[in-house]
């Protein structure tokens, strides 16, 4: 008997989604043709009842028609009450918050599963590390979905993927057997840190990429930064822990191409504002939404430097959002103004350290584990 088939999910599992963004309702679409009763709790009682009644969501997915066995309240307990899957998606700086709120409120021994895709300023945990710590509970109850996902997309049924990790596999399992119907798919793997860091890192080159876009430069430029940006996203993931075959997979490189090319982006978009002129508050001001790029720069690049990883492309990102880098200075500054001489194209081929003796022993247990059979993403 495998694995999943040992991963038992009710018939009409009852699952509960916190937040009633774009994001949050999307994946509450998808668990819903996924064959799952759903409650969403939405902080506005205007926009629970939106919800409930009209099974529309106006804000921030208009023009879409929700799901019958999809209901919402702004009664967080009532939302709670006889859960058997919780789903998080609240903006990750106030996520802390909310958690202390509903702490007592989530039932025991059931899946919590992170949408998130931040990192927390002051602490530099990752999400699923912010669950673990409020709510005090076992890491092997604690998933985190990410991949390709732009919600509207998604919302208007168009197929797509996502991987679900867990350091608990049975626990990713049973999450994606939930998060799976005709137009979505749920790959597992249990390196939970190379997903969450793939979710956050490729916001920060999304906003490189819309910022180049804005001052007017072309594809060269923005495949160039997709490439190098993904060398940053997998030199930081894996310096952290996480598997490099994680960042070319759906967590990473899947979620880098999606966010980084397209308009409905709230990081791309942020992005191509500043690229335009706009200042950093006239962005955020704009934004109807979260743009969670902008809010995990600072510690992002903190967690970067502890490391000893460079991130040239993310710390010219944090001039620009500063103020002390013009926005059409960001591409010719990564690829000119660098006088050391001839740079290795990937970590393994730099002429010299610079800490990256710990990259290369991480990607050399990566590729032993795959060698010998282990399974993987």
């Known amino acids: 008997m495998s694995r999943a088939s040992r991963a038992v999910v009710p018939p009409r599992p009852r699952v509960t989604v916190l937040g009633a963004g774009s994001w949050g309702t999307t994946f509450s679409k998808v668990l819903a043709d996924g064959g799952a009763d759903v409650t969403v709790w939405a902080r506005r009682p205007e926009l629970a009842k939106e919800i409930r009644e009209a099974k529309r969501n106006s804000d921030y997915l208009p023009g879409v028609n929700l799901p019958p066995t999809i209901t919402a309240t702004s009664d967080v307990g009532r939302a709670l009450a006889d859960a058997q899957f919780v789903f998080v998606s609240i903006p990750s700086q106030s996520l802390r918050g909310n958690l202390v709120e509903l702490k007592t409120l989530i039932p025991e021994g059931i899946p919590i599963t992170s949408l998130m895709k931040g990192v927390e300023k002051g602490t ?12 005090e509970i076992d890491p092997d109850r604690i998933a985190v979905a990410s991949g390709p996902n732009l919600a509207l997309e998604i919302a208007k049924e168009q197929p797509t993927a996502a ?17 799976t119907n005709r137009y979505f798919r749920s790959f597992v793997n249990t390196d939970v840190i190379g997903t969450e860091f793939g ?11 819309g910022i180049v876009d804005g001052v007017g430069y072309g594809e060269n430029t923005k495949a160039s930064i997709i490439t190098r940006g993904l060398v940053e996203m997998t030199d930081f993931a894996v310096a952290y822990g996480g598997h490099p075959e994680t960042l070319s997979g759906l967590a990473g490189l899947g979620d880098l191409i999606a966010t980084s090319g397209s308009s409905l982006s709230r990081n791309n978009t942020a992005g191509r504002l ?30 970067a430097e502890a490391k000893g990883v460079d991130m040239p492309i993310c710390r010219q990102v944090s001039q620009v959002l500063a103020g002390t880098l013009d926005p059409r200075d960001i591409a010719p500054h990564l690829t000119t103004d660098d006088d050391s001489g001839p740079q290795g194209e990937r970590t393994l081929d730099a002429k010299q350290d610079h800490g990256g003796g710990a990259v290369r022993r991480a990607l050399q247990r990566a590729l032993d584990q795959l060698r010998h059979g282990r399974r993987g993403a």
């Open 124 to 135: 530099g945990l990752r999400m699923s590390e912010v669950l673990e710590s409020v709510l």
């Open 199 to 209: 979710g956050v890192l490729k916001n920060l080159i999304a906003v490189a990429i």
């Open 163 to 179: 991987v679900v990790s867990s350091a608990s596999l049975e626990t990713a399992e049973r999450v994606a057997m939930v998060a």
């Open 274 to 303: 500043l690229g335009q002129g706009y200042s950093f508050a006239d962005v955020v001001k704009s934004m109807q939404q979260t743009a969670e790029g902008l809010a995990s720069v600072a510690p992002v690049l903190t967690l």
